[in-house]
């Protein structure tokens, strides 16, 4: 093993409420504890900003994001420590009134957001009586690759993890991608799922994706009872290209009894890893994914 291709990351877990204020204190104290850990890139969940009880305040607490405070202040934590960000928060949508885009940022060491990683949600969550298509508006595209200091990042959201598609995109793209020199190393699921959901499917999704695309997987979750009607699973993970699970966080303590109260330390809980870009390059080589495009041109 080489040791300049190992890189530290930590991975971040919180319980974002409606207060954006607290919800920033929490992300600031998970990026202290990174960099006092020696990692290079700190990832956060999904709605790290805020979680709202209704559509109505979800909308009420979306700022454009210039102007957020909760964004300001990130960027300024990834200055203070000279460490990398990759988080998820809302944003008003720029063409449809009334509409949120559901974003994954990605701050720079410099405290400076690099625009050209921004990705907006592709595939919004509808599952019983939670609609997040009554206030978020898709995007409309996948996000190129781009490099970080623990590899080049494909960013997607929650979501989207059911669709491996988009994986496949990212990671093992096509003959006519752009990025076809350039695939992700590393996918990204900052996410928020749901008690059922996450104690049903969270951990195989997450090792399929890894396994399928030979990439690594770096998934940070929301965890514990956001308010009277929203709770989430926790359990961040990363998992290698072969598939085994590197970093487990903590999660609910009775997920199929549907209790949202987070285990005793999963709020606030960081976990590190040592990211072995080799390991990519030599799974992918060692078994080649000769894809039939053939077959298949309309993946």
């Known amino acids: 093993m080489n040791l300049d291709d190992v890189r530290a990351q930590a991975i971040g877990q919180l319980c974002s409420t409606g207060s954006l ?9 998970l990026a202290t504890k990174a960099s006092q850990g020696g990692a290079k890139i700190l990832f956060l969940p999904e709605a790290s900003d805020y979680i709202a009880s209704s559509a109505q305040e979800s909308l009420a607490l979306a700022v454009p994001q210039a102007m957020s405070p909760f964004v300001a202040g990130l960027c300024d934590t990834a200055k203070q420590h000279g460490l990398a960000i990759h988080v998820g928060i809302h944003a008003p949508c720029p063409s449809i009134q009334d509409k949120l885009v559901n974003r994954a940022l990605y701050i720079q060491e410099d405290g400076s957001i690099n625009d050209a990683a921004t990705y907006d ?9 939670l609609r997040e298509s009554a206030t978020v508006q898709p995007g409309t595209a996948l996000t190129r690759p781009f490099a970080s200091p623990v590899g080049r990042i ?3 959201i929650c979501f989207d993890l059911r669709f491996p598609e988009a994986s496949t995109a990212l990671a093992q793209p096509g003959p006519s991608s752009s990025w076809r020199d350039g695939p ?3 996918l990204t699921f900052p996410s928020a799922f749901t ?5 049903a499917h969270w951990e195989t999704l997450l090792r399929a994706r890894a396994i399928e695309t030979q990439s690594w997987v770096v998934a940070s979750a929301q965890v514990g009872q ?8 926790g359990k961040s993970i990363v998992v290698d290209p072969w598939g085994k699970v590197m970093v487990r966080l ?3 303590k009775d997920a199929e009894g549907g209790n949202g109260e987070a285990e005793d330390g999963a709020v606030g809980a960081i976990g590190f890893v040592d990211i072995d870009i080799d390991e990519v390059e030599r799974v992918r080589r060692q078994m080649p994914l000769q894809r039939r495009w053939d077959v298949y041109p309309e993946l």
């Open 21 to 29: 204020k607290s919800n920033l204190d929490q992300c600031v104290k």
């Open 121 to 129: 949600k592709l595939h919004v969550f509808d599952y019983g009586s």
């Open 154 to 156: 494909g960013s997607l």
């Open 184 to 186: 992700a190393q590393i």
């Open 195 to 199: 008690l059922r959901t996450g104690e």
């Open 226 to 233: 956001h308010n009277d009607k929203r709770a989430s699973y």
């Open 250 to 252: 903590g999660g609910v």
